[in-house]
């Protein structure tokens, strides 16, 4: 059965910027599985994502391009 949990929020820093994310914590262990494969920070993978998603032709808001980034196939674009 699936680990059912409600959203948690985290600041990350982006480009000199803080902003808050609210993921579940699902996504955040992912998140953060990428960020050791690739040998970065969080933060800078969520930085690598916010500018691929901001060069998309109707950008999605970044919780939402996290989710997706994490199911696509193409991972290894933005790095």
């Known amino acids: 059965m699936a680990d059912y949990a409600p959203p ?17 914590p699902i996504f955040w262990s992912a998140l953060e599985t990428e960020a050791r494969k690739r040998g970065c920070a969080v933060n800078a993978l969520v930085a690598q994502i916010d500018v691929a998603r ?3 032709k109707e950008p999605p808001n970044l919780t939402s391009a996290i989710r997706q980034w994490l199911f696509s196939d193409g991972r290894g674009s933005t790095g």
């Open 8 to 24: 948690k929020k985290r600041s990350v820093l982006i480009a000199g910027h803080q902003t808050s994310i609210s993921l579940e």
């Open 54 to 56: 901001l060069d998309a």
